[in-house]
């Protein structure tokens, strides 16, 4: 009976994360800066007929490795090139995430109300929603980290499986290595040892098993890695190791989240709507891992602290680097709320928090109605508006009546439908914030009104998208003179002169820019140009600059 309810609870899981995360990923094109360019290098991979190598503006790149690149190229060739086809293999890993985290809760709760409820917060926290339906490598490293966890503990609770649960987590590290590099192993490793130094038990490790496990992680990490030493021996070295690697350890990609607040804040902001349950549950963690013998909160606790250790010492701090801590954060949210729950000491505190909740809730739509007065002229379809503002106020009429009944359990799965009514809501109201966050519209425009033979100048955050969606030859303008964080094989434009000395070249050039770039341009061109705004889309402005006399 025990296998039956389970086996419905993952069915459960199966086909509400599918519908959340595969459905409506073609409404809105791929987004600059980031998911143009992953899908650009699969996209390239394809042109350049290569599986082992990763390209970007016609030469090899190594920012990541190759895991994610496979599954994105894969995804290209089965299904086009297109944004529900990028997007796929994001989504059914988030799918994979929350059933792993549901047979890990299961595993380590021994309660199934415990895994299903922590299942259900990951899906529908905000930031786990978002990589799920976008085009990232985080989702795919996050969920191998889960997996090789899983295994490991699988293989710690069941020493008489101990050899197979501990190859397959190896076989895990081993993946996430090959999607974002050696971290895969040293989030995993420090993590073991932490709780087996806690346990006790460092001689788990000390086996044979263990070393038919490290052959397994050798046999999946070695091949790609020696393969590309070889074809490329230090520009590999250089670019993956040193660059994009050493120096993000020791230099902030970005000077402002380089604080200790960051990431702390970043994990409460992304587990919206639960984040006042994950508070709680942090501060509860304590007396839990004093109380239980229960080895599981302790494993949490030392997966938590690995992750958040490493990130919080690299200066390079990103929101996505973090992601591999939420899957532990919604196992201790999720037996945080079942206890309480079940302790009639404490359900004051629920009542507390889902009332807290309920008018947040509200608030939403509130928020929503005056914004869109205020911003009507950026709004070109209010149905959204009016979708939003009702959903809204029917959810925390539902929550509030669940509380009023002392229905605390229906209240509390009811939070999770925040972050899917902004996803249904996503038809009506994409084309109102899709010109600012794509370069698909104006690239498009672009290639109907003109014929484009030469090089294309871009902002920096366009060039990547306008390189996509137009498949032509492209440069950076951008007079900071501040190069992309791994420099690309591109022109890059910093100075009136540089700008001046390419216009010269080209009879005609197209630019797709940024407002604050138009100046420039203008400037640059002086007397000597004929200088035009074609159309502005969004935030981009499209450009044609033709030399007098040509």
């Given at each position: ?45 394809i042109q350049q007929n290569t599986w082992s190598t990763p390209y970007l503006f016609g030469q090899p790149q190594f920012e990541k490795p190759i895991f994610s690149y496979w599954l994105f ?478």
């Open positions: 009976m025990s296998r039956n309810k389970s086996a419905r609870d993952i069915l459960i899981l199966i086909v509400v994360s599918g519908l959340l995360f595969l459905l409506g990923n073609n409404i809105i094109s791929l987004t600059n800066d980031n998911e143009v360019f992953y899908a650009q290098t699969a996209k390239e991979m190229k894969l995804a290209f060739v089965i299904f086009g090139v297109n944004a529900a086809a990028a997007r796929f293999f994001p989504a059914i890993f988030g799918i994979l995430g929350v059933v792993t985290l549901y047979w890990l809760g299961l595993l380590g709760f021994k309660d199934r109300s415990k895994a299903f409820l922590s299942s259900i917060i990951l899906m529908s926290g905000g930031m786990y929603i978002g990589l799920a339906k976008s085009v990232f490598t985080d989702m795919f490293f996050s969920v191998l980290i889960m997996m090789s966890f899983l295994f490991f503990f699988f293989a710690y609770a069941n020493q008489k499986k101990k050899l197979i649960g501990l190859i397959l987590s190896a076989i895990c590290m081993g993946f996430a290595v090959l999607t974002k590099g050696p971290l895969g192993i040293l989030i995993p490793f420090l993590a073991v040892v932490a709780f087996l130094l806690i346990k006790k038990n460092l001689k788990f490790l000390f086996c044979k098993d263990a070393l038919w496990a490290f052959l397994f992680l050798f046999i999946t990490v070695a091949p790609w890695y020696m393969l590309m030493i070889q074809k490329y021996g230090n520009t590999f070295i250089n670019e993956f190791i040193l660059n994009d690697n050493l120096r993000r350890a020791v230099e902030a990609q970005h000077g402002g989240h380089d604080t200790w607040y960051y990431y702390p804040s970043l994990i409460v902001s992304g587990m919206l709507p639960w984040s006042l349950f994950v508070l709680g549950a942090l501060v509860f963690l304590y007396k839990g891992v004093k109380q239980k013998e229960n080895s599981f909160y302790i494993f949490l606790l030392c997966w938590i602290g690995s992750v958040f250790l490493i990130f919080q010492a690299a200066h390079s701090k990103v929101a996505n680097y973090i992601f591999p801590v939420f899957a532990p954060i919604a196992l201790l949210t999720g037996g945080f709320i079942r206890d309480i729950l079940s302790n009639n000491k404490h359900k004051s505190i629920l009542y507390v928090v889902l009332s807290v909740i309920s008018f947040f809730v509200l608030a939403i739509p509130i928020a929503l109605f005056f914004s869109s007065q205020k911003y009507a002229n950026y709004i070109t379809n209010r149905a959204g508006v009016y979708f939003l503002v009702t959903g809204f106020l029917l959810l925390a009429a539902a929550i509030l009546f669940c509380i009023y009944r002392k229905k605390l359990s229906a209240a509390i799965y009811l939070v999770g439908a925040m972050v899917p009514i902004f996803l249904c809501s996503l038809p009506l109201t994409h084309n109102n914030f899709e010109p600012y966050i794509s370069s698909k519209d104006a690239s498009e425009y672009l290639l109907k009104n003109s014929r484009i033979d030469n090089t294309i100048i871009c902002s920096k955050t366009f060039v990547r998208g306008v390189k996509y969606y137009t498949d032509c030859d492209v440069a950076v303008l951008d007079m900071s003179g501040k190069q992309f964080f791994s420099k690309h094989p591109i022109i890059f434009l910093s100075s009136d002169h540089a700008l001046r000395e390419f216009l010269l070249k080209q009879a005609t050039t197209y630019c797709i820019v940024g407002k604050s770039s138009v100046g420039d341009i203008k400037r640059a061109a002086a007397a000597d140009f004929e200088v035009n705004v074609l159309k502005v889309i969004g935030n981009e402005y499209i450009i044609k600059v033709k030399r007098l006399g040509a």
